[in-house]
């Protein structure tokens, strides 16, 4: 059974920090690509970045420049790290994986941006 767990949520500043980090279990996880995905309240889950098993990275345009995603597949982690954080960046933030046919998701960690 496949399980992701977030950690790192919280609540920032405009033009804050925050560091989110996903454990995985149950996987092969350095043959799978690992992806952080969140949902804003009232709207529908969204992309925002992915890593694949030989470290290649995809972001949202909204992220761009300011989230990096990384992995350390021998701690079997994958992290996000969010600089220059803005009010729009406020979301429930979920860990993804799909080694197969099926979905797979943490329980999500909630980040506020706000003065």
């Known amino acids: 059974q496949v399980q992701l767990v977030e950690s790192g949520g919280g609540l920032v500043q405009p033009g804050g920090s925050l560091r989110l980090s996903c454990a995985a279990s149950?996987?092969?996880?350095?043959?799978?690509?690992m992806g952080w995905y969140r949902q804003p309240p009232g709207k529908q889950r969204e992309l925002v970045a992915s890593?694949?098993?030989?470290?290649?990275?995809d972001y949202a345009d909204s992220v761009k420049g300011r989230f990096t995603i990384s992995r350390d597949n021998a701690k079997n982690t994958v992290s996000l790290q969010m600089n220059s954080l803005k009010p729009e960046d406020t979301a429930v933030y979920y860990c993804?994986?799909?080694?197969?046919?099926?979905?797979?998701w943490g329980q999500g960690t909630q980040v506020t941006v706000s003065s």
């Open positions: 149950g996987t092969i996880f350095n043959r799978n690509t």
């Open positions: 890593i694949t098993s030989g470290g290649s990275t």
């Open positions: 993804h994986t799909k080694p197969g046919r099926v979905n797979y």
